[in-house]
């Protein structure tokens, strides 16, 4: 398996991924998950086109994604996913260990990203690869709008917390 950069037109086969990967919450506490949507490759095709998507291939098979954006405060990964049957393996570590090395070298003070709570890969995950959550009242107005968004496309704000890996303290 190896991590690396998407090519723009390899964004068409990322909205399968996701899906594969979302098979993962049947049987959770968010078992909707798994039938929700996913983001269409038009999502994807312009971060990947500023170096913003990485993928895990292996065996010359595309098995997982991250998809990122680069904002003033912070590197935001918007999905990280990895195929149902490739999982477990290191794949999600990696992407999430490559987007962290870009929001150093693009010299971003954070990165930063929403998930769920109490599911085991989402919030206890990413707190084993450093982050850290953010308290609804110490919000920035993105992380407000990325939560006022979550909410109204039917998450359950209690079960969703907001993350950050600070890479640069605050001037
Ligand atoms: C989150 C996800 C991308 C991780 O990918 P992965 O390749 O399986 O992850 P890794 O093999 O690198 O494992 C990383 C850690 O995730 C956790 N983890 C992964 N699968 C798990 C599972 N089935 N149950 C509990 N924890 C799990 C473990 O803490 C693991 O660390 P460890 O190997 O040191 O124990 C993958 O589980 C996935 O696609 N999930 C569905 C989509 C999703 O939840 N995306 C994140 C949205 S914020």
Aim: proline share 5%; glycine share 6%; net charge negative.
């Amino acid at each position: 398996m190896h991590i690396r950069l998407a090519r723009p037109d390899e964004c068409s086969e990322l909205p399968a991924i996701e899906r594969s990967a979302a098979e993962l919450f049947r049987g959770s506490s968010q078992a909707a998950v798994a039938d929700g949507d996913v983001s269409p490759a038009d999502f994807h095709r312009p971060l990947a086109v500023q170096g913003l998507v990485w993928v895990a291939e292996d065996g010359g098979r595309l098995t997982g994604f991250a998809a990122c954006e680069l904002f003033e405060d912070a590197l935001h990964i918007w999905e990280l996913a990895v195929r149902r049957e490739a999982q477990g393996h290191g794949a999600g570590r990696a992407l999430v260990m490559a987007a962290v090395a870009e929001a150093r070298r693009r010299r971003a003070p954070a990165v930063t990203l929403t998930t769920f709570r109490d599911i085991a890969w989402n919030a206890p995950f990413y707190a084993s690869c450093g982050f850290a959550e953010v308290l609804e009242e110490a919000f920035n107005p993105r992380l407000a709008w990325i939560r006022a968004r979550e909410t109204k496309l039917g998450l359950e704000a209690a079960a969703r917390c907001a993350m950050r890996l600070t890479l640069m303290p605050a001037p």
